[in-house]
C-alpha cells in the first residue's frame, strides 16, 4: 500500500486535475471511491475528512489536505511539480485562466448547484440548461486569455492552467457546449490528449467498473 490516498469522485473536475498533478510527479497513490451521485460525501467518515463534504482530499506526508488548487501548490512547493512560470508576469497570467475555471465556471456548475437549481425550478431539464449558460462564455472569455500559436494555455510548457482546462473541455462536451469555434482551447486539448499523464487520469481510464 502507498502512504498516498487521494480520496476522489471519477467524474469530479477537480479531482480530475489531482489525478493529473499525481500523474506527473510520478506518485503512486491508492484511490478511494466517494460516489457523489450516491451521497458518499455527506457520511460521517467522509465529512471528518473534510468538512466541506467535497472531493478531492488527499492524504500525503502526513497531512490531509482539501481544495484541489491548494494541493497542486503543495505538489508545486514540496518540490514534486513544476508547473508555475518563474516569471511572475507569466505566472499571474497562469492564475487568472486557473482562477477563471476553478474559481468561476466549476463552482456553479457542479453536481449540487445544477441539482438544486432543478429543484427549485421542478425541470430536470434544468440542470443542462444551467451548465451550458455558465460554462460556454466561461470559455469563449478563457480562449482570449491564451497564448497564441503554442501547445499549451500559456505557452510551450504545462502550467496549473492546462490542469484545469482539460476536465472542464469534458464537462463542456458533457453538457452539450460546443468549443469547436474556440482554436486556442481545441489545440491545448489536442496536446494535451498525447500526454500518458492525461490519459491515466481520465474519467474513462478510472471509472468504477
Not at 421542478?122 to 491564451?146: C, K, N, Q, S, Y
Amino acid at each position: 500500500m502507498t502512504d498516498v490516498v487521494l480520496y476522489d469522485y471519477w467524474r469530479s473536475t477537480a479531482s480530475w486535475r489531482v489525478r493529473i498533478a499525481l500523474n506527473l510527479a510520478d506518485l503512486s497513490y491508492s484511490a478511494v471511491p466517494v460516489d457523489l451521485v450516491a451521497g458518499d460525501q455527506s457520511e460521517d467518515a467522509h465529512v471528518a475528512r473534510n468538512p466541506q463534504a467535497l472531493v478531492p482530499v488527499l492524504e500525503i506526508d502526513g497531512l490531509r489536505l482539501t481544495q484541489s488548487m491548494a494541493i497542486l501548490d503543495y505538489l508545486e512547493d514540496t518540490g514534486r511539480l513544476s508547473l508555475r512560470p518563474a516569471d511572475p508576469a507569466q505566472a499571474a497570467r497562469m492564475r487568472a485562466v486557473l482562477q477563471a475555471i476553478a474559481c468561476e465556471i466549476h463552482p456553479v456548475c457542479n453536481l449540487r448547484v445544477a441539482a438544486h437549481a432543478a429543484r427549485l425550478t421542478g425541470r430536470d431539464e434544468t440542470r443542462a440548461e444551467w451548465m451550458r449558460h455558465f460554462i460556454r462564455p466561461g470559455l469563449v472569455a478563457i480562449e482570449r486569455m491564451l497564448d497564441e500559436a503554442v501547445p499549451f494555455c500559456m505557452g510551450a510548457s504545462l502550467t496549473q492552467a492546462d490542469l484545469a482546462l482539460i476536465p472542464q473541455l469534458y464537462n463542456a462536451d458533457r453538457w452539450g457546449v460546443d468549443t469547436s469555434d474556440l482554436p486556442k482551447i481545441t489545440r491545448v486539448a489536442a496536446a494535451c490528449a498525447d500526454l500518458p499523464a492525461f490519459q491515466a487520469a481520465h474519467p474513462d481510464a478510472v471509472m468504477p467498473e
